[in-house]
């Protein structure tokens, strides 16, 4: 039977080693030689990267490339050893494996893990390392939420265009991985919320980049949602008394988020991105968790039928 860490082996690691040699090579000027030397690694594997970057993986490469990126920083500065690269290369393999998409890969080439509800990563991997007890409790505040959705048909009413997502977060998140999300969010089929897949860690990538910017503010902060806006919605908001503020775009939202952010005294119930030419309005819910999140749209959809 096929282990997790053979699609490590198979996947992360080849795109990792790809990565770093096309930044060494491309940003830093290094040659093949010297990559090779320095990554351990046969020089005619280095002259394959491009190949090997351009191949499809059945799992999204974010967190990897962004790991290489560090990593090849510290290497062109001679700035890392041996030993922490291993463990950062490991840190990512432990993250990817315990309910990330690595995770979620395994399960689904062998469906009989998900019938036994595996939770063998977990508990292989000391929880003093990589705090593994409260990824599990993020997950199961995310299932509890997601059925909530899932439930009831008025969810709906709140999903936008681009589709809802919902995260959440480790307590000290520094980065995706650190945070679950829907795969593939949640859209609405025959007038109902819908989604195929569980929550899962590193599965968002925008939602997830707006919560972890809101956490840098305010620590207490730990979940997220985007629903739809409009001008009911923003009466809706109003009627509950939950704290907000509007954003108007002047670049992306994301950097026009991290200039703003600072003009909150307290913590924001909702932020509103008000889009522009061809951008959907979106407002962004927050919470402590996730089921306090859905129990604030609750609020939002209760103040609706008023």
Sequence with gaps: MRTPCEYITRYVLPRLRAKIAEILMENY????????????????????????LKA??????DSIDQLAYKLAERIAK????????????????????????ICYLHMRTIPELSKEECKVCFELIR??????????KVLENMKIALREIISDEKFAR?????RMNLVMAISNAKDLEDIAGIPGRITIVKGKPFTASEPEFGASKHLASVLIIIMKRFSNIRAAIC???DEEIRRA???CKMKYMEIKRENGFLETLREKIGLLKEEPDAIVDLGGWGIEPITYVFGRNAVEVIEKCRRILEALEV
């Design 29 to 52: 000027g290094w040659k093949q030689v010297e990559v090779a030397k320095k990554l351990k690694i046969s020089q005619s594997a280095v002259s394959k990267y491009r190949g090997v």
């Design 56 to 61: 499809s993986l059945p799992i999204s490469p």
């Design 78 to 101: 001679d700035e890392i050893s041996v030993k922490e690269f291993i463990y950062l290369v490991c840190r990512l393999c432990c993250k990817l494996r315990m309910g990330g998409p």
């Design 127 to 136: 929880e003093e390392e990589v705090g593994v007890t409260e990824r599990e």
């Design 158 to 162: 709140l999903i936008p265009e681009v």
């Design 227 to 229: 629903v739809k806006y």
């Design 237 to 239: 908001i109003s009627d």
